[in-house]
């Protein structure tokens, strides 16, 4: 019960590690989070995120050289209630050698690191599944390790494993966060708004998946650049025909206007082979960058920075906006039920 009187505490402050273009942080502030800073080691993702989060400090540097004290220093020394973002996860993913050893894998240490001396009250960390899986050179699960060192901070850590599609988002996007909160905060984590069948696990209704069928640009409008040529679709018929005489598993993946798109990788810039739009036999293409970032959740003012494949990889390697707000949510009354009791 609030006293009469007693101001309530409503503004929350994050932090964005690894934030990339800073998908995540677009969704945390739609959810009335105040986004302090964002840092990243790439340059054209931290144009992007200081082009579109006015308000956010962004700051390009290897997180491995990054001091508490600076990130002090860059927000401000204001209270950080949460720490968010994705450390680079291709060495924890299935589309990867998954090589216990590659050094991208150890970066959650540094995001670990800063989280002990900079003692948020929740943390979220976004990662592929792949990691469930993945094991450390000595054999124990990378997961039990980060879940490990959670506790040892004083946080309550647990894995939710989703897909996006399930909360509104275009795209079927497998993806697991890891929800790190102090003891004495209740956190629920946001139920499914969306669903193939338009039910949820009880029965009740809700929506249906959201497809893609309004997202895509008439076929006139996009660019010949953005089609594949009679070569290249001779060589993947014939690629995919030899590897389905052997038992393999490759092909191109085609889009179904009334479903979600299949994932968007942060390699779709190669040739887009996961997520094709097919008119004909002739005629197929790949989706434009523009595209693929509605179909991640960006708005359409959202600017990106650097060239195209840049653009691509910025893209493809984000959280979407719409699940960062679905997130934001959750954690922001978790963080008033406490701060207001």
Known sequence: MIKKGVHLMTEFNALDLFCGAGGLSAGLEKAGINVLAGIDFNEDAIETFKKNHKGAQGLCKDMTQVSASEVKRLCKNKKIHLIAGGPPCQGFSMAGKRVPSDPRNSLFKEFLRLVKSLNPDVCLMENVRGLLSMKTPKGKKVIDVILDEYRKLGYDAKVYSI?????????????????????????????????????????NRIKKWTSINKILEPKNKVEEKYFYSPKLIRGFKCREKKNKERGMGFGWKFLDLKKPSSTISARYYKDGAEALVKYSEKEIRMLTPRECASIQSFPKSFKFCGSKNSTYQQIGNAVPPLMGKHLGLAIKKSLEDKYND
């Open 163 to 203: 897909n996006t599609a399930n909360y509104g988002v275009p795209q079927k996007r497998f993806r697991i966060f890891i929800i790190a909160k102090k003891k004495r905060i209740t956190f629920k984590f946001p139920k499914e708004t969306h669903s193939e069948t338009g039910k949820n696990h009880e029965g």
